[in-house]
């Protein structure tokens, strides 16, 4: 058996490209990986008519963006609600 290789994980807690939803929505991008975190964990992260909206602009953004190769969603704090 060959002795794994390690792999450093990215860091994404120092870094925010963009803020939607009036900071409810944050966008980070790091080594061709899109993060969104929803970040309203007050309410465990229920989402509200404009973090909807603003979870589209990031959305629409990575989409466009050639570097990116695949979104990771996450929640601030304990948990994230994202329908019923």
């Known amino acids: 058996m060959l002795p ?14 963009e803020t939607y ?3 409810k ?5 790091a080594d061709g990986i899109g993060l969104i975190t929803f970040n309203n964990p007050e309410k ?5 008519l ?3 909206q603003g979870l589209v602009s990031a959305l629409v953004e990575l989409r466009d ?3 990116v190769r695949v979104v990771i969603m996450a929640g ?6 994202l329908g019923r």
């Open 4 to 17: 794994r290789k390690e792999i450093p994980m990215l860091d994404f807690t120092q870094k925010t490209d």
């Open 21 to 23: 939803a009036d900071g």
């Open 25 to 29: 929505i944050l966008l980070s991008v």
């Open 44 to 48: 465990r992260n229920a989402m509200s």
């Open 50 to 52: 404009e973090m909807w």
């Open 65 to 67: 963006d050639p570097d």
């Open 76 to 81: 601030a704090g304990q948990g994230v609600c």
